[in-house]
């Protein structure tokens, strides 16, 4: 097993660096670590808290439900040509992520390489989208699975994309092979899809209780479609236990979550209310996205803990390298300097590509040629991270006219199964260290269950009558505004 490491790398938020204005210095970042364990206490000294922090960090330790499922996949291997993934936020995410990170690029494409089932992950109810995929899926039917995903199983967007399904499977293949095409992955105890399964034996992966949906990457909901699509989750899950022992260092010099958290606690507090995440990576592009729901749900609360209204929460932005050198670097070096920067940036990519030789008539380009791709990556990382360090352009002697902006990186040895296990459970602690500081409850989401509820309003659900009234008439279109 590689035994390859993420590290975060902090120096360039620090004032020594920086400058006082924009950088922490060694004394207030010590002071937010010493506040730290007092604050984890609090926040633990509520039985409900405690448990739901507890329950996701049990996870990367449970190998009897990696064991499960990878038996489970043998036994499903050899008549699965395509995975289906229902499922939305917290029960997708994962799944897309670890997908992009850890399978080749042409996954789904190249049936050469592809080791397991074509994988399609369904985070949205886009008529056209999911149309023309059954279009495309209709003569492969017999030989595709699709793994339900639902904490709650209520949640309309996956139990209506169910029903479509379930619907086609018993049209098509009556009730057993309907049933042998379902894998449902649900609460363990609770919820619609578990009545659903139970009345109708279907076959269902557990969420442990209090496991919530953004906290559930390392639980049967991501580890199914990973091992089906040959994603090695033994190493997943030792990435995450490894990185489990290092954030629970009590000296918070050392421990990567607790510098995390206070860096970026203060940093909030000291008017960057935004945080960009950067992977320097296309495979850790939606690792991005998989972190902006973290981030966004368990941080971005109206009460704290104690009932105070505070309305906290900074806002993440996914940006990646180096795409968006060429979309957002402009803004991000010459707007407001009201952000947070994290960094992703590989050592050792899997393969490279040799830059091919310079034309006759563009000498120009000659210093280009023969270079490695991943060392222009990684020099481009640099070189953004230069444009954000640095007050004046090169040679310039005039007065500065800019400001110097905080940027963290986290440093991947490589990318494997190993640091990305590594990776989700760093910053799935980070954020229950932030939400300490802020002193809020990082596991619940009332807005979201509130957008929940008035889509059942909407859609007729008995009960709603009055929300659908009152959603009515805000959203009515009113014509004397239409211009
Ligand atoms: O993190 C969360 O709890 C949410 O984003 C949920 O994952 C999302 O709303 C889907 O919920 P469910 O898995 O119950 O369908």
Redesign the pocket.
């Known amino acids: 097993m590689s035994q390859s490491q993420i590290n975060l790398y902090y120096k360039n938020v620090m004032a020594d660096v920086i400058g006082a204005e924009h950088g922490i210095t060694k004394k207030q970042l010590d002071e937010q670590l010493e506040k730290l364990p007092e604050k984890l206490q609090e926040m633990r000294s509520n039985p409900e808290l405690k448990m739901k922090e507890e329950a996701y960090r049990k996870l990367p330790h449970d190998t009897e439900t990696a064991k499960q499922i990878k038996d489970l996949v043998a036994e499903l291997k050899s008549r699965c040509e395509n995975l289906v993934v229902l499922?939305?936020?917290?029960?997708a995410l994962g799944n897309i992520a670890l997908q992009t990170a850890l399978k080749p690029y042409m996954h789904n494409i190249d049936d050469k390489s592809r080791i397991g089932p074509r994988l399609f992950v369904f985070d949205n109810i886009d008529p056209n989208q999911l149309g023309s995929f059954l279009d495309w899926v209709d003569d492969k039917l017999d030989k595709t699975i699709f793994n339900v995903?639902?904490?709650?199983?209520q949640?309309a967007e996956?139990i209506s994309q169910f029903m479509i399904i379930r619907q086609l499977l018993l049209r098509k293949f009556g009730l057993e092979g309907y049933k042998d095409r379902i894998i449902v992955t649900t609460d363990v105890k609770e919820g619609t899809l578990r009545t659903i399964s139970k009345e109708e034996n279907l076959h269902c992966l557990e969420i442990p209780q209090c496991v919530?949906?953004?906290f559930s990457v390392l639980s049967a909901v991501g580890l199914f479609s990973a091992a089906m699509c040959g994603v090695d989750i033994d190493s997943l899950l030792k990435g995450a236990r490894d990185m489990d022992a290092r954030v629970s260092c009590e000296d918070f010099n050392k421990n990567p979550a607790a510098i995390n958290a206070a860096i970026n606690y203060h940093y909030y507090n000291h008017g960057k209310k935004i945080s960009v995440m950067m992977p320097y990576s296309y495979a850790l592009k939606d690792l991005a996205d998989w972190y902006r729901?973290l981030w966004a749900?368990s941080l971005g609360k109206a009460e704290d803990r104690e009932g105070n209204e505070v309305h906290i929460g900074p806002t993440p932005v996914k940006a990646l390298g180096t795409t968006d050198q060429h979309s957002q670097v402009q803004l991000y070096r010459e707007g407001p300097n009201d952000k947070l920067f994290t960094f992703l940036q590989v050592s050792n990519f899997d393969r490279d590509l040799k830059i091919g030789p310079a034309p006759d008539c563009a000498p120009e380009l000659e210093f280009l040629a023969g270079k490695d791709l991943s060392t222009l990556l990684n020099s481009e990382k640099k070189a953004t991270e230069y444009a954000l360090l640095q007050n004046k352009d090169p040679g310039s002697t005039e007065q500065p006219y800019l400001t110097k902006h905080p940027c963290l990186t986290v440093l991947f040895d490589e990318v494997n199964a190993y640091t990305v296990g590594q990776f989700i459970y760093l910053f799935e602690v980070t954020t229950s260290f932030v939400a300490a500081l802020f002193g809020i409850n990082p596991y619940d989401?009332p807005a979201?269950e509130l957008g929940k509820k008035a889509t059942f309003a909407l859609m007729g659900r008995p009960g709603y009558g009055k929300l659908a009234q009152q959603i009515k008439s805000l959203t009515k279109i009113d014509g004397d505004f239409l211009v």
């Open positions: 499922g939305i936020g917290g029960s995903i639902s904490k709650l199983g949640t996956t919530g949906g953004r729901q749900e989401q979201v």
